[in-house]
T-cell receptor
Framework: AQRVTQPEKLLSVFKGAPVELKCNYS??????LFWYVQYSRQRLQLLLR??SRESIKGFTADLNKGETSFHLKKPFAQEEDSAMYYC???????????FGAGTQVVVTP | GAVVSQHPSRVICKSGTSVKIECRSL??????MFWYRQFPKQSLMLMAT?????????EQGVEKDKFLINHASLTLSTLTVTSAHPEDSSFYIC???????????????FGPGTRLTVL
């Protein structure tokens, strides 16, 4: 069965410190993974996806098939990074997404 | 980027009544739309996948007679909560998948959500 696990409900970091959000998945096929972000009072939006291998707003995420992980990292957190972050796995050909429980990131000055 | 709207943004209704929520893709055609439910401080739970012109596919445990989904056009899907009860109170979010737009294949765009409160 497919599953996405985000073990941390809350991450509190200081501005300028590195931040890493953990995501592990289980999926029998070839996974397609995403990170979505939800800022306060805003809709969910795509942050990045593993197939594009890009850095968005300083965030990167590498798919590690051996460890079945897709951790999100940023070397220097900013206050505007405070938000809810969801790791998601595409679960079928229609694009159905399986979301993790989410990690609330709070960046304090 | 592509925009998805939802209407209404919030609705309060009496127990036993039905409520319809609309999800529209404003500047693209969406062959597939998804409906999610989000409880406070919890993740999004997929309720159903809606393909234009065909019956919705419901996730296990979601009552299809309770949550009626219609996807009559490539820009509109509706979710009707029938005979609503207080336990149906939740935040309902839709998303629309861009089918063949270059560079955004498979990307989903989310609506702002609808807060339903059943008294």
């Amino acid at each position: 069965a497919q599953r996405v696990t985000q073990p941390e409900k809350l991450l509190s970091v200081f501005k300028g410190a590195p931040v890493e959000l953990k995501c592990n998945y289980s999926y029998s096929g070839s996974p397609e993974l995403f990170w979505y972000v939800q800022y306060s009072r805003q809709r969910l939006q795509l942050l990045l996806r593993h197939i594009s291998r890009e850095s968005i707003k300083g965030f990167t995420a590498d798919l590690n098939k051996g460890e079945t992980s897709f951790h999100l990292k940023k070397p220097f957190a900013q206050e505007e990074d405070s938000a809810m972050y969801y790791c998601a796995l595409r679960a079928d050909s229609w694009g159905k997404l399986q979301f993790g429980a989410g990690t609330q990131v709070v960046v304090t000055p | 980027g592509a925009v998805v709207s939802q209407h209404p943004s919030r609705v309060i209704c009496k127990s036993g009544t039905s409520v319809k929520i609309e999800c529209r893709s404003l500047d693209f055609q969406a062959t597939t739309m998804f409906w999610y439910r989000q409880f406070p401080k919890q993740s999004l739970m997929l309720m159903a996948t809606s393909n234009e012109g065909s019956k919705a596919t419901y996730e296990q445990g979601v009552e299809k007679d309770k949550f009626l989904i219609n996807h009559a056009s490539l820009t509109l899907s509706t979710l009707t909560v029938t005979s609503a009860h207080p336990e149906d109170s939740s935040f309902y979010i839709c998303s629309a998948r861009v089918g063949h737009r270059q560079g955004t294949y498979n990307e989903q765009f989310f609506g702002p959500g609808t807060r339903l409160t059943v008294l």
